[in-house]
């Protein structure tokens, strides 16, 4: 199993910039797809965006296209999601995910961190 530990999260304007990072540890975590999920009180777990073992293929929900870049540095076991222009919308726990599938849903996912939450104010 590979452990998944996110920072970076917080509270920030409308319109402002965020990066959250997920450290890797564990069995291997380059032959993971890693990615990261979104999760209000009340609503379900949500795809938010995926990075290939490689980092060379990435997948992001329409919610977050064009705002939101995820990459991955696997020299460091570290996986980045850097957000821009936020929305209150965006607000979240963010959580982190291990898969082994590319494409990644919350009923494949192999691990999950703690979260971290996002807020972001009008």
């Known amino acids: 199993q590979v452990q998944l530990v996110e920072s970076g999260g917080g509270l920030v304007q409308a319109g402002g910039s965020l990066r959250l990072s997920c450290a890797a540890s564990g069995r291997t975590p380059s032959n993971y797809t890693i990615g990261w999920f979104r999760q209000t009180p009340g609503k379900e777990r949500q795809f938010v965006a995926g990075?290939?073992?490689?980092?060379?293929?990435?997948h992001y929900a329409d919610a977050v296209k064009g705002r939101f870049t995820i990459s991955r540095d696997n020299a460091k076991n570290t996986v980045y999601l850097q957000m821009n222009s936020l929305k209150p919308e965006d607000t979240a726990v963010y959580y982190c995910?291990?898969?082994?599938?590319?494409?990644?849903?919350?009923?494949?996912?192999?691990?999950w961190g703690r979260g971290t939450q996002v807020t972001v104010s009008s």
């Open positions: 995910a291990a898969a082994t599938l590319i494409i990644m849903t919350r009923y494949n996912v192999r691990s």
């Open positions: 990075v290939s073992r490689s980092g060379g293929t990435t």
